[in-house]
């Protein structure tokens, strides 16, 4: 008992307390899988539906380009410091020979995430890899307690760190190249990007994925975007091979030029 708890004073009133603050203490998302540890686990295959974020994350109205979206950011809007907004500017311009997804380069993180392919998270001690089916892309978030290695470093996927917050598992993502797009319409960073993503299980067969993004270089503040990533349940699905092509943008995704 807390040497705060003045048994004689409280009397039951103490010990009540006590078990309540052990309760919630110890609450946990009913009705989701869990690993022989305890900690939710992601584990499965998911795509992220209804979201026209990899076009881009803002509301937009439909064009010639792509459907209409809503925004998946808080506010909806990004906070570009001027010059950056310029460069957001030409690159939604130039798309067709900007954006490196339309060159078939790995898209980085998030964007990979909200691309219209499904993705497999396996969960091990140690580390969760999660398999992309675009491009086959691998990534390896590491939650054995190690630190980022030392910079500067420009990986296309950066380097994953992951830790669990309670029943959320929060991944820190930092040495990006800056080189990747958060989407077709030209919104950019730089190679200061640090990303913190939140994958939070709120049944067995939805994700609630939250991503804080953060660069001085290119951004005013912090900004985050939200969406549901939902479980793949149909019969022995699978992840598929997808090898990009380039001439194949312009028949599914075309771009004035490209």
């Known amino acids: 008992m807390p040497k705060t708890c003045k048994v004689v004073r409280l009397g039951g009133l103490c010990v009540l307390a006590v078990m309540l603050s052990q309760v919630s203490a110890g609450a946990q998302t009913p009705g989701i899988p869990r690993t022989p540890d ?18 881009n994350l803002l509301s937009h109205s439909a064009s010639k380009d792509g459907p ?17 907004l310029k460069r957001k500017q ?31 998270i396996v969960q091990m001690p140690g580390v969760t890899t999660i398999l992309y089916e675009y491009l086959h892309a691998v990534r390896h978030i590491h939650t054995n307690g190690t630190s980022h290695p030392k910079g500067p470093i420009e990986w296309w996927m950066g380097d994953s760190r992951g830790r669990w917050e309670g029943d959320t ?6 040495h990006f ?27 067995r067969d939805h994700i609630r994925y939250e991503v804080t993004v953060e660069d001085p270089k290119v951004f005013t503040r912090p900004w985050t975007m939200r ?4 479980r793949r349940t149909e019969p022995n699905f699978q992840l598929l091979d997808y ?3 380039t001439f194949e943008w312009e028949q599914y995704y075309p771009y004035p030029g490209l």
């Not at 686990?41 to 974020?53: M, R």
């Not at 311009?93 to 990979?112: M, N, V």
């Not at 190249?177 to 049944?203: C, I, K, M, P």
Request: glycine fraction near 8%; hydrophobic fraction near 35%; charge should be negative.
């Open 169 to 174: 598992f929060v991944v820190d993502v930092v």
């Open 90 to 120: 030409e690159n939604a311009a130039s798309r067709a020979t900007r954006d490196t997804e339309g060159k078939c380069y790995l898209p980085g993180i998030p964007r990979i995430t909200y691309m219209p392919f499904p993705f497999q």
């Open 68 to 84: 209409a979206g809503l925004g998946v950011v808080d506010g909806d809007e990004i906070p570009y410091l001027p010059e950056a």
């Open 243 to 245: 090898d990009c092509y």
């Open 38 to 55: 305890g900690k939710p686990d992601l584990s499965g295959i998911w795509q992220a539906f209804g979201t026209t974020a990899n076009d």
């Open 227 to 230: 969406m549901t990533l939902y």
């Open 177 to 203: 190249t800056a080189d990747t797009w958060f989407d077709r319409a030209g919104n950019h960073h730089s190679e200061a990007l640090h990303v913190v993503e939140r994958y939070t299980l709120t049944d």
